[in-house]
């Protein structure tokens, strides 16, 4: 147990002192410069990668993930847009019964 | 415990780990009122003596997290808690976003959904109102909306919340970053992977898997703390990713930008002031929070046009402030005091207009099931 917790006491001054020094170090513009640039070049591979497979498929007349993504989330619109339409058909409903109730 | 039984029991339980039962999280029982595209909002089910005060609670998790964070473990769960204070607990939950959701924009996510939930909380009180109360994102947005949008706010509660982004914190300047092509990176990945983000959140303390795992090793000989570190874990690596459209506008508009404090941000095309802010406000900040830095939430409450406004600025991280035993104890019984202080009389309870959707039972998912998915058991998630 007294072996453990010295090795704990070290260990816990040794992360610390690490973290600080790792933490200042990928602030540094020499890692996110680098870093930036890298994924950057990475994300643009993939978009034309998905490019080229899409120009591919819809040249044969089928529609491509991102046709079916835009229609999916044109339907997820239109889910909300009925959903206001209920709320705003409740208020007036609300509305009419006070109306209703202040007259009688 | 003698420092010999101590280590008997730290090495059974390090032996045992691989067999120990996955946690049950998000167990407190709860019904579905509402459910749109991914998100759905939940409600609590009240304590046996019913509701004490007038006045709902809506909870606002981040978006790329899941909700039950703040429903961690029966014992262990800020819901619960509340509810047990006599609290009407809502929360929303974010679901997780799908591959078209990549065109779902900030403002239909703060003004549409975020105002549904007010809306549908707020109906079931007696005021029309609901206190909010976000956590880290899920703040920023609370703050967003309440500045354009703050007819059913009650009160306004922040836990580490980011208004202010230009801070030297690693987020920010990788974020500002001139290599950084944020279109690039949406345009290819669509929603912004969870990974991702995870990655960069790994990056603020690059030792920590190594420190969490020397911890645990140290504190193996209790049971507690194991259940309680692999439910906080079995979160931590239950994440979703971030619908891409909404991330564009947040890096440019927030993080880039830093519209909130620069005034230039808007919500629906009406711009977000946070001097429009008057209804009470409760801002809570943490000393050793690296993901939200003190700098970062601290100006909500220099900046809003409230009267009776708070910040409380406590020790802790950004989770374990949160969720602690000691937060439970301490923390969360000083924002349900303030709440109850800004509840009003109730008036007509006015009769809940959404039935309940579905109820929500805790269950434990059957084993083999479990192992296939290799997920954390989460008991409402599952019942759904």
């Known amino acids: 147990m007294i072996g453990w917790d010295s090795w704990k006491k070290g ?11 790792l933490e200042a170090w990928m602030r540094s513009p020499l890692v996110l410069g680098p870093g930036g640039a890298l994924l950057t070049a990475a994300m643009r591979s993939k978009t034309a990668v998905d490019g080229a497979m899409d120009s591919w498929w819809s040249a044969v007349g089928l529609p491509t993930r991102r046709d079916q993504e835009r229609a999916l989330h044109a339907l997820n619109q239109m889910q909300s847009r009925l959903i206001d339409l209920e709320e705003t058909l409740a208020e007036i409903r609300a509305q009419q019964k006070q109306q209703a109730a202040t007259k009688a | 415990m003698t420092d010999a039984a101590k280590g008997e029991r730290r090495w059974r339980n390090l032996l045992g780990m691989v067999k120990r039962p996955k946690p049950v999280v998000g167990a407190t029982p709860a019904d579905v009122v509402h459910r749109e595209n991914k998100w759905s909002l939940l409600r609590y089910r009240a304590r046996p003596e019913g509701v004490a005060f007038a006045t709902p609670v809506l909870l606002v998790p981040s978006l790329i997290n899941r909700h039950y964070v703040l429903d961690l473990q029966p014992g262990r769960s800020i819901a619960e808690a509340l509810v047990a204070r006599g609290h009407d607990v ?26 549904r939930a007010i809306r549908v909380a707020a109906q079931h009180g007696g005021r029309g109102k609901t206190h909010v109360l976000g956590y880290c994102l899920g703040g920023t947005l609370a703050v967003v909306h309440a500045a354009v949008r703050p007819e059913h706010i009650a009160s306004l509660t922040v836990l580490a919340a980011p ?217 409402n998630a599952k019942a759904r």
């Open chain 2, 90 to 115: 809502f929360i929303v939950d974010w679901g997780t976003p799908g591959p078209e959701d990549r065109h779902l924009s900030f403002d239909a996510i703060t003004d549409g959904y975020l105002g």
């Open chain 2, 163 to 379: 208004v202010s982004f230009h801070d030297e914190g690693l987020l920010s300047l990788w974020t500002r970053s001139s290599t950084f092509d944020l279109g690039a990176m949406i345009d290819a990945t669509g929603n912004v992977p969870w990974q991702l983000m995870q990655g960069a959140f790994q990056m603020l303390r690059p030792t920590l898997p190594l420190s969490k795992a020397a911890h645990v090793i140290d504190r193996a000989w209790d049971d507690e703390f194991l259940d309680g570190f692999f439910a906080l874990e079995a979160w931590g690596n239950d994440n979703v990713s971030f619908p891409g459209e909404a991330y564009r506008r947040y890096i440019e508009g927030l993080y880039r930008a830093d519209g909130l404090m620069k005034e230039t941000f808007t919500l629906s095309g009406r711009p977000v002031l946070l001097r429009n802010i008057e209804c009470p406000t409760l801002a809570v900040t943490f000393a050793h929070d690296n993901i939200v830095p003190e700098e970062s939430a601290a100006p909500l409450i220099e900046r809003i046009s409230s009267t009776d406004k708070q910040r409380v600025h406590l020790p802790g991280g950004h989770v374990g402030a949160v969720i602690s035993r000691k937060a439970l104890a301490t923390l969360w019984p000083t924002i349900s005091a303030w709440w109850a202080a800004h509840d009003a009389e109730p008036q007509a309870k006015v009769e809940p207009k959404v039935e309940p959707e579905a109820k929500v039972e805790p269950k434990v998912e059957p084993k083999a099931k479990a192992k296939a998915k290799a997920k954390p058991e989460r008991a």
């Open chain 1, 11 to 21: 260990f816990d001054v040794w992360e610390n002192a690490t973290a600080k020094y």
